[in-house]
Every structure is written in C-alpha cells, then in structure tokens.
C-alpha cells in the first residue's frame, strides 16, 4: 500500500516548485512508500543509498541523478553507516506538459520516458558540482515558474550534451578514458562494444561494471550515445544518405538507428535533417 502525495500540500500558495536540501546520517525521513502527482528530480551528492522504485531496488552512489516522473512509487533508504546527502526538486505536472510542448516534443526521454523504470544517470564530479550550484541559485531565488524552467532546461541540456562534452574526473581509471576517446574513431565505432571491451584491456564484466561506475550506463548504452552523436553530426554537416550514416556509425538496422535517435533528439534523421538545412538556408 503507498501514500499518494498531492502537489496541493507541497505548494499550499500556489508556488511553482518545492526544494530540499538534506544530510541525513541514518534514517531518511521521507514519506515511506509513495506517489504523487507531480514531478521529480532527484541526485545524491554525498554516501549511499537505495532507491526502491516501482517495485524494484537501485543502488544510489553519489553523482546518481534520478528523474522522477508522476505516478512513479517510490522511496529512498540510507545504506550504513551513512550519512546520505540527497537534494530534491519537485514541480507541478503543468510545468512538465508546457516544456514538453516547447522543447520536447516526441522526445521519449527523462520525465517523459514510457519504460517501467525512471531513467537514472551518473554525473561526473565536473558537473554535479555545476548542479550543486544551480541548485543554491535555485533556493535563493524567487519562487516563481520562470526560476523553475530555467533550472530544468539548463539541466536537461547539461544532461544531453553530456556524452558529446564528458570530462572524467581525475581518479577514473586511465584506461577508460583513453577508451573513451578512442571509440569515437570509426573503426573503433563501428565494431561497437567488442572494440570498446578490446581498448579498454580488461575483462568484459570489469569493463561492464566500471563503464556503469564512472559513465552511469551500460558498455551497449555509451557506444550507441557516441554512434547517435556522430550521425547527429553528420546529418548537420553532410548530405550523405542515411543508410550509409547508419552503417558507418556501426547500426545493422536502420529501423533500430530511427528509434534510438528519435528517443534522443526528438525527431526521426530525416525530418532531424529537413528541420537543420532549412535553418541554415
């Protein structure tokens, strides 16, 4: 049984968003299991935790930033010893329909996602100290609807143009960065994630694990981001037909290569093509 939480009781005079700051060294005062009808947006900045979502539970380290949509249950747990530091952003469904109307439109992605579990990502040390500090903006702002969409359009763009501009921190291992740059060659590339295992020189269930440590997903997610990036280039700046795109990035099947980039940018290639040249012309 979960409780349902109403946007109502978080913004009691109408205010456009709810945040919350917290360091807690054992149990995380929350409200037990639940939903609601507003959304989230959640990230750790200090400890562990587990986040039961949905029915299922998921690891929570420091960098994790997880996106909440409505009607998602769910609840956080502190792993001892402790303390875990979260910071939450909570805004009415209104905000999340008018940005998907403007910016997002077609996009299959973060609080828009149709899969059974939140989309979660990693954030490097870099940019989690970014969004510390547009969090403090945030708090000592005014409570207004235009404070909020600038929090959460800076935020997103952040979060996309990630995997065209990562900086690892320091202490990622050398290997993974230098795997990093080297998969975007397109040999590399087109081979897929057999060449990203070979740069990187370690076993396949090492690689697995510390590409989920330090780059937040999956050794088959981050070579189909660099694929998706280099088609999304190529569309801009060639007029090379799409099923040469489509093999030269590394993608068999060009019906898979429309899903995955429509998911990330919003359009189909084509229409993706159509929309830039006549911005150009």
């Known amino acids: 049984m979960s409780l349902t939480l109403n946007w109502r009781v978080y913004a009691p005079q109408g205010e456009a968003f709810h945040i919350q700051s917290d360091l807690r060294l054992r149990e995380w005062p929350g409200a037990g299991y639940h939903t609601h009808d507003f959304a989230e947006v959640f990230w750790i900045y200090a400890g562990t935790g587990r986040h039961k979502i949905n029915g299922e539970i ?12 409505p009607n998602d249950t769910h609840d956080i747990e502190i792993i001892p010893p402790g303390p875990l530091g979260l910071v939450n952003v ?41 969004l510390q500090e547009w969090a403090d903006n945030l708090m000592a702002a005014p409570n207004t609807v235009l404070e909020i969409e600038r929090f959460l359009i800076n935020l997103l763009h ?61 050794p088959t997610d981050y070579v189909n981001q660099v ?13 090379t037909p799409i099923l040469d795109l489509s093999l030269e990035a590394g993608f ?3 019906g898979y290569l429309y899903k995955l980039f429509k998911q990330r940018y919003g359009l189909p290639p084509r229409q993706y093509r159509q929309k830039h040249r006549k911005i150009i012309v």
Request: glycine share 4%; net charge positive.
């Open 58 to 69: 998921q690891r929570l380290e420091q960098g994790h930033l997880v996106f909440v949509r």
């Open 90 to 130: 909570a805004f009415p469904v209104q905000t999340l329909r008018y940005l998907k109307r403007r910016y997002f439109r077609g996009l299959d992605r973060w609080f828009w996602s149709p899969v059974p579990l939140p989309e979660t990502c990693l954030l490097e040390a870099a940019r989690l100290a970014r």
């Open 158 to 218: 952040m979060v996309a143009a990630g995997i065209e501009h990562e900086s690892l921190p320091e202490e990622a291992p050398d290997w993974l960065i230098t795997a990093c740059h080297r998969i975007r060659e397109r040999e590399h590339m087109r081979t897929g994630v057999a060449a990203w295992v070979r740069l990187a020189g370690r076993s396949p269930e090492h690689v697995a694990r510390m590409t989920r440590k330090w780059l937040g997903m999956s």
């Open 227 to 239: 694929r998706l990036a280099f088609v999304e280039r190529q569309l801009r700046l060639t007029s």
């Open 252 to 254: 068999s099947n060009l």
